[in-house]
């Protein structure tokens, strides 16, 4: 199932295959920090979730604007991609080897083609770190992770890495290393950012 991908002005623009992935929604501090950083709260539901949807990283590919794709790390290993341009936050993903990326629903542009996201993503499976949340969860929030969704999406990765599907990878080059070198925030600009949620 093709889906178009694209930032808010239009210039970073993509298509991926979403027919296989798992939906959920993120209460992280770094996922809060990360649409901080980019002063895009618009990201965040009201409980300062990210809707993500994450799947084979081979499955997407840009076809407009890759020169403004850039990498923010938070230093745990985990690069976090958006557009300089507008400043939309496109995914997640946990370096060059790991083939999975954590699409964010910013990048996703369902209206192209009049579809809403459960229709194209169907709903979240689960919510994860909903201790770090900064408010009550909608009543109809996902429920945590079971057992056997654990086992299900480790099994589907393990099946994702052995068919190779994680290749090409659109963030990363042959060598392993990030196609826009990673801005890594230091411990004050991480605790800046971080800071705010408690408030
Ligand atoms: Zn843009
Ligand atoms: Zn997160």
Redesign the pocket.
């Given at each position: 199932m093709e889906l178009p991908l694209r930032c808010r002005c239009g210039h970073v623009q993509g298509v991926t295959d979403v027919s296989a992935g798992f939906r959920l929604v993120?209460?992280?501090?770094?996922?809060?920090a990360f649409a901080r950083f980019l002063e895009r709260p618009d990201v965040l539901d009201a409980a300062g979730g990210?809707d993500?949807f994450q799947m084979p990283t081979g499955r997407v590919r840009f076809t407009a604007g890759a020169d403004a794709v850039r990498c923010l790390s938070f230093s745990s290993g985990i690069f976090r991609w958006y557009t300089e341009c507008c400043r939309t936050p496109i995914g997640?993903t946990a370096g060059p080897r790991f083939p999975v990326v954590g699409l964010i629903h910013s990048f996703m542009d369902h209206e192209a083609a009049g579809r809403s996201r459960d229709h194209v993503l169907g709903p979240p499976l689960c919510r994860?770190?909903e201790r770090s949340a900064v408010g009550p969860l909608p009543p109809d929030a996902a429920a945590p992770p079971s057992l056997r969704l654990f086992a299900g999406r480790a099994a589907s990765l393990f099946g994702w890495w052995l068919r190779g599907l994680g290749r090409p990878n659109p963030f990363f080059d042959d060598r392993g290393a990030p196609r826009s070198v990673a801005r890594v925030l230091t411990p004050s600009e991480r605790a800046a950012l971080n800071g705010v949620n408690g408030v």
């Open positions: 993120c209460y992280c501090k770094d996922c809060q990210t993500i997640n994860i770190y």
